[in-house]
């Protein structure tokens, strides 16, 4: 267990903004992290990931980096890399970690061969996502970029005619799409502060679709998350246990935040690893935190006393 509070009096640098498809999430978690820590006492400069962002971070002179850029450049694994090479300690999972729970098929693949259910699924790449033929497992099945956050270029698809559209608008994103079969029932998020898992948050969009979309996300009232989860507490523990293995499996360090959807009959199913979950303070791992008693400047605190190098 990291030290607490090994950085007091240290300049933390808060990265944000960035240039993905999540730069206003990434400007709202950052402003919140920044203004959690200035409340504890450290001294804090925001520096946003675009533009010459390697004179701003040299400027100001940081001796660690407390990182909230969702999507590419930022939980990729790419501005991990720069950090190493500067050799100035950062939050959150290493270069490997981050680059391989990004890409949706490879965590897939990863959690997979330790145990943790997956939904069945075809990979869409080079000359096979020019001209698409929906898998064998059938419709209803959900199309999705390889390495988007925020459900960006998701979609449900419930028959063929929306086939064509839906790879169309994935493709718009990566150049690997990953389809994967529907799963009916519910959707629960497990967050994991250095190796502590937290309890469990049902997700419940109001969405037409029942998709959890990016507008879902972040319109307020589009959503109601359930704290605690009114489900069979065996599921429970189940969960808790596959994000244990599966954090492990990834090499996930500070806070990450694993997604799961639960059939009829309880079967549950893993979806992504969140490496840089959203960290507003009503963001889902704060809600988990809040529940289980620690306060949103302990957790942002908590975090980022496991910052390092080399992870």
């Not at 991990?80 to 100035?88: K, M, S, T």
Request: charged share 25%; glycine share 10%.
């Amino acid at each position: 267990m990291s030290e607490k509070g090994r950085f007091r009096g240290k300049t933390v640098g808060v990265f944000l903004g960035g240039e993905s498809s999540e730069r206003e999430v990434s400007l709202r978690t950052g402003g919140a992290a920044a203004s959690a820590l200035r409340r504890k006492g450290y001294p804090v400069v925001e520096i946003d990931i675009r533009g010459d962002w390697l004179s701003a971070i040299r400027k100001a002179e940081i001796d660690v980096a407390f990182i909230a850029l969702h999507g590419r450049l930022g939980e990729d694994g790419c501005i991990q890399g720069a950090l190493e090479l500067a050799r100035v300690p950062y939050t959150g999972s290493g270069v490997a970690a981050s680059a391989v729970s990004m890409s949706k098929v490879l965590a897939k693949r990863v959690v997979a061969a330790v145990g943790v259910p997956c939904a069945p699924d075809t990979v869409f790449e080079g000359e096979a996502l020019a001209a698409p033929a929906p898998p064998a497992f059938g419709f209803p099945l959900v199309v999705k970029p390889d390495r988007e956050g925020s459900t960006v270029g998701v979609s449900v698809v419930r028959d063929l005619g929306g086939w064509a559209g839906a790879m169309a608008e994935a493709g718009r994103y990566d150049t690997r799409v990953l389809v994967e079969a529907y799963v009916p029932g519910r959707e629960i998020t497990v967050g994991i502060v250095n190796g502590r898992v937290l309890p469990a948050i049902e997700i419940v969009p109001k969405s037409a679709s029942g998709l959890y979309d990016y507008h879902s996300k972040y319109t307020v009232g589009q959503t109601e998350y359930v704290i605690p989860v009114p489900m069979d507490r065996d599921i429970l523990l189940r969960a808790a246990e596959f994000t244990r293995a599966a954090a492990s499996a990834l090499s996930l360090r500070g806070a990450a935040r694993l997604d799961y959807r639960v059939d009829p009959a309880g079967n549950l199913f893993f979806l992504e690893a969140n490496t840089i979950p959203g960290m507003t303070e009503t963001s889902l791992l704060p809600k988990a935190a809040r529940f289980d008693g620690v306060s949103f400047e302990d957790l942002v605190e908590e975090i980022l006393d496991d910052a390092g190098l080399t992870k």
